[in-house]
């Protein structure tokens, strides 16, 4: 059947995957002899996840198919896996691309943030030069939602919200149906410390029907069927709409992904997005983490856009550099 097939597959996948693990165990940690290992670790712990991901009846903690293999299994190989490559390729990657590429076009705005300025989040996977996560850099799959390393992954960070009993609610403006961008961020910070709410933005009526009925269980779902505005003063302004969702004693994880037009072409919301929020203290400070898609000018993905692919590169620079836990989304 399709689902012994499915389980069979993804019990190869997480075999070989915890195999290449005990290769490299042998290897020093930031010293990687062998990297194409890590990334055919992950790919191999990748597939297991997009075989599982479809699955609708468990959150990913209860082992499914003959073969009694979870989802969680895979995210936290995932998870271990992208740990690796950022402490020994990631880590040189990111000092080759300040060497090379250094900052020239910083935004004009000041960085508003919950935490200390000074507190400079360097365990985060790198930024790349194309602005696309690990898998494009190194695989071209140009739409992956996987390689992201989640703030609660930091033990200092898990302790506050844990110890000041905080809300943890994800807001996924432009959420594009459940099996998006929503379930791969719900299923990534379970291995930590799962959301307690979340709130799904996205104007297409279809997005709750395709919600399963453990994840409706298990976590505080809304949808809010609207288009997302920026700027407008009006009820779906999205700098009107977070501070009646939120509370800065929330722990609050924001992906911002939305495309003005179905033509890949012209101005985009997000830049004016990311402007307006930072200049904004009261609403900067409501967010802990951000993913955020930013659209510029590159040919090779059919992007004709104002900005330049530098200036998108050192606008996610900047903001980590001043304290802002952010990635560059895709």
């Not at 700098?239 to 722990?251: A, I």
Request: proline share 5%; hydrophobic share 40%.
């Amino acid at each position: 059947s399709d689902m012994y097939c499915r389980g069979a597959l993804a019990a190869a996948a997480l075999v070989a995957s915890v195999y290449e693990l005990e290769e490299l165990s042998s290897e020093k940690r930031d010293k990687i002899d062998n990297p194409s290992r890590l990334i055919l670790g992950y790919m191999l712990s990748s597939l297991g996840r997009s075989i599982l991901h479809g699955d609708s009846s468990s959150i990913g903690n209860t082992p499914i198919t003959k073969w009694k293999v979870k989802l969680n299994d895979f995210v936290a190989m995932q998870a271990i896996y992208l740990r690796l490559y950022m402490t020994s390729v990631g880590r040189l990657y990111s000092r080759q691309l300040d060497q090379h590429i250094p900052m020239k076009f910083t935004p004009s705005f000041n960085v508003y943030t919950k935490r200390s300025k000074k507190d400079e989040y360097h365990d985060i996977e790198p930024v790349y030069s194309s602005l696309r996560n690990l898998m494009f850099t190194e695989s071209l799959n140009l739409i992956d939602f996987g390689p992201y390393r989640p703030m609660v992954a930091l033990n200092n960070v898990r302790n506050d919200i844990i110890k000041h009993k905080r809300r943890r609610v994800l807001i996924d403006v432009g959420a594009n149906g459940f099996f998006a961008s929503p379930k791969y961020l719900l299923d990534s910070y379970s291995i930590y410390l799962p959301f307690t709410h979340a709130i799904m933005i996205e104007p297409e009526p279809h997005f709750s029907a395709t919600v399963p009925d453990e994840y409706l269980k298990n976590y505080n779902i809304t949808f809010l069927q609207i288009y997302a505005e920026v700027g407008t003063g009006n009820s779906n302004d999205m700098l009107k709409l977070l501070p009646s969702l939120v509370t800065k004693d929330d722990f609050v994880v924001l992906k911002f992904d939305v495309d003005p037009n179905k033509h890949a072409q012209g101005y985009t919301m997000e830049w004016g997005f990311l402007f307006s929020l930072m200049g904004t203290r009261e609403i900067a400070e409501l967010i802990d983490e951000l993913y955020i898609e930013l659209h510029f000018y590159m040919p090779m993905l059919f992007w004709d856009h104002y900005h330049s692919n530098w200036e998108a590169l050192d606008a996610i620079r900047y903001l980590r550099k001043h304290g802002i836990y952010v990635h560059a989304w895709p």
